[in-house]
Nanobody
Framework: QVQLVESGGGLVQAGGSLRLSCAASGRTFSSYAMGWFRQAPGKEREFVARISGTGGRTYYADSVKGRFTISRDNAKNTVYLQMNSLTPEDTAVYYC??????????????????????WGQGTQVTVSS
């Protein structure tokens, strides 16, 4: 069982930055790839970023590429999402998620929330214009 707790959300003006954190319980943090997803009102949950268990591989949605950076500190069981140049379109609830590393997983599973095993409660990010 893995418990995830997000923090760092809030209200920011367009062009500003926020850093989200997600603290994970358990002793096998590096066995999980970690992802960030977001969900705006009336919309489906969408992929934002993913990082491999060692932190060596990262993946981003096209909409955030070049503005957001995902990172992890396995010694602290924590994953981060640095968000820069925020726009009102980034307003959403942001969720941290954990995906047990399975060698047979297709890369398409990296982007699909249905293939993640654990979820945090979410943190609200609001970007004002």
């Amino acid at each position: 069982q893995v418990q995830l707790v997000e923090s760092g959300g809030g209200l920011v003006q367009a062009g500003g930055s926020l850093r989200l954190s997600c603290a994970a319980s358990g002793r096998t943090f590096s066995s999980y790839a970690m992802g960030w997803f977001r969900q705006a009102p009336g919309k489906e949950r969408e992929f934002v970023a993913r990082i491999s268990g060692t932190g060596g591989r990262t993946y981003y949605a096209d909409s955030v590429k070049g503005r957001f950076t995902i990172s992890r500190d396995n010694a602290k069981n924590t994953v981060y999402l640095q968000m820069n140049s925020l726009t009102p379109e980034d307003t959403a609830v942001y969720y941290c998620s954990a995906q047990l590393i399975r060698t047979y997983y297709s890369i398409t599973y990296y982007y699909d929330p249905r293939h993640y095993d654990y979820w945090g409660q979410g943190t609200q990010v609001t970007v004002s214009s």
